[in-house]
């Protein structure tokens, strides 16, 4: 075949744009589908996929048609969008350029994703008191992420850039898939076994269903019972994740988990270097006022003449010796005043007049005991004798004495004639003796 027959990437490229842009039934088309990969340019444009079950296909909404929908748009949204397919020269993909987009719901994923963020905000996976510190200064890190991919070289790079003096341990991980949940919480585990400082969980961008294992509930628990700091980064900075709420601490990107998780050197230096400047300053200033004190010292009339301060506490202890022997003159002239007051006194010459006086004293206590004693033992008499009096004229016995009886029925004592009816057995006490009768009839 001639050379000629041959064309080129761009050539066929063309053919198959103006075939596509030519086509009545593709200049405009109705199509339905969830959003995902969602970007908003600076300028206004709307970048995504739209795809459903089995398909994608990449969309375009420039700002003059953008900036008439009237809905937020995010990454699971359901929409319906009208547009023309085309073919883009550069990468020979067919994409569809929307000219309106109106809301049609939420996809599966994003309604799971809100459902599991609330339950688990619900329970306290999220609380800020639960949130570990990420130490300053680590000396191990460790990485759950998949070992080929631009997150694990960012991430390396960066540590060894910004500080290298660290340690690093890769903990290989599936990042996407079925299988990478489960994967990503069997390192998390073992990550924890290592003597680490801070671990930084997380991959590269992507779509919803790419990113979806760190929205998994199983990760999310992982990251709440870790021992080590986690700092989670997924994706890019608009992408968030159930991850990102749970970890320590949350980084925009993998670049930005490194940031954070070590210090700069080089600003390290810096402050090391204002820490000795500061120092050193603060230390010469320290020299220079015991430099003036010592001085002050040495210039002063005491330090030149020192036998000034002898003679001054020698004179000071002069005068406190002679208060001294004063005051204890003076003490002891009063103490042996009151001992000559004391010999003076009448008791000390007749000792006996105390003891009489004392004698009398007791003789007169003595005999108003006495007598308080005996009116206490009268009265007691006398209330006793009053308490008889009134018992015995209370005592029945004595009121039988004086010729009345007491008659009783059944052990009872008779007040009435109504008590007894014809045939009763009645007992009647004497002063001697008791009486038994049975009664005939009644009186009234």
């Known amino acids: 075949m001639e050379k000629n027959n041959y064309i080129s990437v761009t050539q066929l490229t063309r053919y198959l744009k103006y075939k596509f842009d030519n086509d009545p039934n593709l200049g405009v088309v109705f199509l339905k589908g969830e959003i995902s990969n969602f970007k908003n340019h600076s300028r206004g444009h709307f970048y995504f996929t739209l795809k459903d079950e089995n398909s994608r296909i990449n969309a375009i909404m420039f700002q003059g048609n953008a900036k008439n929908v009237k809905f937020p748009v995010a990454d699971g949204m359901k929409v319906l969008v009208t547009g023309r397919i085309t073919v883009y020269e550069a990468t020979g993909a067919y994409q569809i350029y929307v000219d309106e987009m ?17 339950e688990l905000a619900k329970e306290g996976l999220f609380r800020e008191d639960h949130k570990k510190v990420i130490p300053k200064i680590p000396r191990k890190i460790g990485i759950v992420t998949a070992p080929t991919g631009a997150a694990i070289k960012d991430i390396l790079s960066t540590i060894k850039r910004r500080w290298p003096l ?4 890769l903990f290989p991980s599936l990042v996407q898939g079925e299988l990478a949940k489960d994967d990503i919480v069997k390192n998390i585990k073992l990550a924890n076994n290592y003597d680490l400082d801070v671990l930084i969980v997380g991959r590269g961008g992507g779509s919803i269903e790419d990113l979806w294992p760190f929205n998994e509930e199983v990760v999310a628990r992982a990251i709440y019972d870790s021992k080590i700091p986690i700092i989670s980064a997924v994706g890019h900075e608009v992408d968030f994740t159930i991850a990102d709420f749970v970890a320590d601490k949350r980084a925009p990107t993998p670049t930005g988990a490194a940031e954070m998780a070590v210090p700069n050197i080089v600003d390290v230096r810096n402050y090391l270097n204002q820490v000795n400047i500061r120092l050193s300053k603060a230390i010469y200033s320290l020299i220079n006022i015991y430099k003036e004190k010592l001085n002050s010292l040495i210039l002063s009339p005491v330090f030149k003449n020192p036998k000034r ?3 001054i506490k020698e004179q000071m202890f002069d005068t406190l010796y002679e208060k001294l022997l004063i005051n204890m003159n003076v003490y002891l002239s009063n103490k042996k005043n009151d001992l000559n007051i004391l010999k003076s006194s009448f008791i000390f010459k007749n000792p006996n007049i105390l003891y009489k006086d004392k004698l009398y004293t007791y003789n007169d206590i003595l005999k108003r005991l006495n007598t308080g004693i005996s ?5 007691k008499i ?7 009096n009134k018992i015995e004229v209370l005592n029945p016995i004595t009121t039988i004495k004086r010729g009345y009886t007491i ?5 009872k ?7 007894v009816k014809k045939g009763n057995k009645l007992v009647t006490k004497l002063v001697d003796g008791y009486i038994e009768s049975e009664v005939i009839k009644t009186y009234e």
């Not at 006398?382 to 008889?388: I, P, Q, R």
């Not at 008659?407 to 052990?411: I, Q, R, V």
């Not at 004592?413 to 008590?419: A, G, H, M, W, Y």
């Open 102 to 118: 109106l809301e049609d719901g939420f996809g599966n994923l994003y309604l799971q994703f809100e459902k599991l963020k609330q």
């Open 166 to 169: 660290c340690e690093t341990i």
């Open 309 to 311: 301060i002898y003679e």
């Open 375 to 379: 009116n206490l033992i009268q009265n």
């Open 382 to 388: 006398n209330t006793y004798t009053n308490l008889l």
């Open 407 to 411: 008659t009783t029925l059944d052990s």
């Open 413 to 419: 004592n008779l007040k009435s004639i109504k008590e």
